[in-house]
């Protein structure tokens, strides 16, 4: 058994290095296009589908006829055709769709500005990239590039494919690279006898059975002035000209800062989470659906429409299907358990005596109608929705608190 996991670096290329990387991004990107555009016409002139195979049979033959041009000088071969197996990749996932009968999104052309990846590959001799003994990556056809390890890949551990992405464009851009490895199954953590439930919420990201309430990164509300300011001054710069180009690389910074605040947040709690407790109870969650617009569907007042995006602003920005992610992938390499349970009327219903009103529910607070019981409204559906895991799971949960949970997860196990 192994699992893996992907380690993710600062690069520091020089400007001719830099230079290099450009310019075999432009030839991917090219490559993707004209091959995109050979399946088309060869299914609607000819009716017939053109596949990864018979598209890297003829770019082989191109660069044996132009050696240097075909790619560009020093692009390693593999890099080249696995442009051609993303493309697979996207013709594959569209049939699949359409098969389903969903949105269908037929591949599209890309522009160079937004063909931002690479890929090499550590598996075999033949993968043109290396760490040479000063720590440095060396790329075919790019040379030795400096890394900032901030951590060090695992000496167990069998490295696969390696993506070089850029981010921004211009003398500022930053290039980033990601090591795929894989890694012998590690041991479960120790037990602590301890559950949970969880209720995500938009006022408090997480809320805790325990009664514990953790706040999440906000990351757009603390940035929102300093993004504001940057959309204006793009929107005040004249289309097509080079101020706008960088007044729109700045927007992107501040957008891709947000993204890491909200990424490292759901790293650190779902970390906290998965050491404290050994079952996890989630609700069975579609972030996707939930966050859909409300026009187009129903007739809907304009007041009601606003509050729909104002929500799913609230949502995206506290991050729940991250964080729920980041929670699953943690939980199982750690031996953990996720319990997912139905979500409907975990708001409504009384954590004491089950009653389900939704008169009990006000605001930010929950006081039961039937037996009076008052309580935080996200704690109370947070111990809902750990009761109903513990009832899925088969366990008993005679009383609450730390005691009883304990007790019940040392008789299931």
């Not at 493309?87 to 890309?110: H, I, Q, S, T």
Request: with cysteine; net charge positive.
């Amino acid at each position: 058994m192994f699992v893996q996991r992907t380690y993710r670096y600062r690069l520091y290329p020089t400007r001719r290095q830099a230079g290099a990387l450009a310019a075999q991004l432009r030839f991917a990107c090219e490559l993707y296009n004209a091959a995109l555009e050979q399946r088309r016409w060869a299914y609607r002139r000819c009716g017939k589908s053109v596949g990864y195979h018979a598209q890297s049979a003829e770019l082989t033959e191109l660069r044996r006829q132009a050696p240097g041009l075909c790619p560009p000088e020093g692009m390693n071969c593999w890099s080249a055709q696995e442009v051609l197996r993303r493309l697979d990749r996207a013709f594959a996932a569209f049939f699949r769709r359409v098969k389903r009968g969903e949105k269908a999104g037929y591949p599209r052309f890309r522009s160079a500005r937004r063909f931002d990846t690479l890929a090499w590959t550590m598996k075999g001799h033949a993968g043109g990239v290396a760490v040479t003994e000063e720590g440095r990556l060396r790329l075919q056809g790019v040379g030795c590039l400096k890394v900032k390890w901030h951590r060090s890949v695992p000496t167990e551990a069998t490295l696969g494919e390696v993506r070089v992405t850029r981010r921004g464009s211009g003398p500022r851009a930053r290039f980033y690279v990601s090591i795929c490895a894989e890694l012998p199954d590690p041991p479960s953590r120790p037990a602590t006898g301890q559950a949970v439930g969880i209720d995500l919420g938009v006022r408090r990201l997480v809320s805790l059975s325990t009664g514990e309430q953790l706040e999440g990164p906000r990351a757009e509300r603390e940035a929102s002035s300093a993004v504001r300011r940057a959309a204006r001054r793009v929107a005040r710069r004249k289309r097509g000209s080079q101020r706008r180009r960088k007044a729109a690389a700045l927007l992107a910074r501040r957008r891709e800062r947000e993204a890491n605040r909200r990424r490292d947040s759901a790293h650190k709690l779902s970390r906290t989470l998965v050491e404290r407790f050994d079952l996890i109870a989630v609700e069975s969650l579609r972030v996707a659906n939930m966050m859909r617009s409300a026009r187009g569907t129903v007739a809907e007042p304009a007041t009601n429409v606003a509050q729909k995006r104002s929500l799913n602003r609230a949502i995206a920005d506290q991050s729940w299907a991250q964080m729920l992610s980041f929670l699953a992938y943690k939980a199982e390499e750690a031996g953990r358990r996720v319990v997912k349970v139905d979500p409907a009327n975990t708001s409504r219903t009384c954590s004491a005596c089950g009653a389900v009103d939704a008169r009990s529910r006000s605001a930010k607070r929950f006081r039961c109608i039937a037996c009076g019981r008052a309580d935080d409204a996200d704690v109370n559906a947070a111990n809902v929705i750990l009761a109903r895991a513990l009832a899925q799971e088969g366990i008993e949960r005679p009383g609450r608190g730390r005691q009883a949970q304990t007790a019940a997860l040392a008789a299931v196990a």
